[in-house]
Structure formats: structure tokens, C-alpha cells
């Protein structure tokens, strides 16, 4: 596949590609991830549906990252622990498994921890 059509591909599953790259993020942190972010949408072959489905899923959770401050805080905290072995072959695969796993339970936590307001 050339490069143009994988990127148009890789586009049009990340509805958030554009508003993601081009937010305004200063820390470093955030810079290093959004261009993880970039290295793994082009790095990757989109040859299944499994695949495109991870792809849309990372991109949603990137730009829940750079739009959502209690999410990144979180994220920011649990990838400053993050250690990688040197038996991993692809960090960028394992970071965003990672940033992934990261998500799940941060979706639980939030989802079990609704304030629900009392009416006075």
C-alpha cells in the first residue's frame, strides 16, 4: 500500500488526529505522547478489524488526554511509574497497551465514583 492511501486510511480511523497534533500542550510529557501517539498511527498496518478498532480506541483515549485535565493528571502519574523491560522489542506497542490498560481502569474508577448531588 503506498504511503498516501495508508495515510488516508490511518485518517480516517482517527477522527481526533488533526485536534490532537495541533494541541496546544507545553509539558513534556504530553509532547513525548502525542508524538508516540503519531509514531504508532503511521507505524502501524491496518490489515484487520481488530486493529482499526485499537487504532480508534488509542486515538479516542489521546484526545481524552489533551482535552480532559483530570485524565491526564491521572495518565501522568501512572506513566511517570511506567517501567519497561529491556525483553520489550516495540516500546512505542507497549506504551500505548499501556496507556490502554491505563484507560480501563480509569473508566471504572470514574464510572463507580459518580457524585450524585442531594436535593435539599
Known amino acids: 500500500m503506498n504511503s ?9 480511523v482517527c ?5 490532537i497534533v495541533n494541541a496546544d500542550v507545553y509539558d513534556k510529557i504530553s509532547i513525548n505522547i502525542i508524538k508516540l501517539y503519531t509514531d504508532y ?16 480506541l488509542v486515538d479516542n483515549i489521546i484526545y481524552k ?3 480532559d485535565n483530570r485524565f491526564k493528571k491521572e495518565m501522568i502519574g501512572k506513566l511517570s511509574k511506567l517501567k519497561v523491560s529491556n525483553g520489550v ?8 497497551n499501556k496507556l ?8 471504572d ?3 463507580r465514583n459518580i457524585y450524585i448531588p442531594r436535593w435539599i
Open 4 to 12: 498516501f492511501k495508508k495515510n488516508k486510511e490511518v485518517i480516517s
Open 15 to 19: 477522527k481526533n488526529y488533526y485536534k
Open 41 to 56: 498511527v503511521f507505524g502501524l498496518e491496518i490489515i484487520t478489524k481488530r486493529e482499526k478498532e485499537k487504532l480508534a
Open 65 to 67: 488526554y489533551v482535552t
Open 89 to 96: 522489542n516495540n516500546i512505542v506497542e507497549y506504551v500505548m
Open 100 to 107: 490502554i490498560e491505563y484507560f480501563e481502569d480509569y473508566k
Open 109 to 111: 474508577t470514574y464510572t
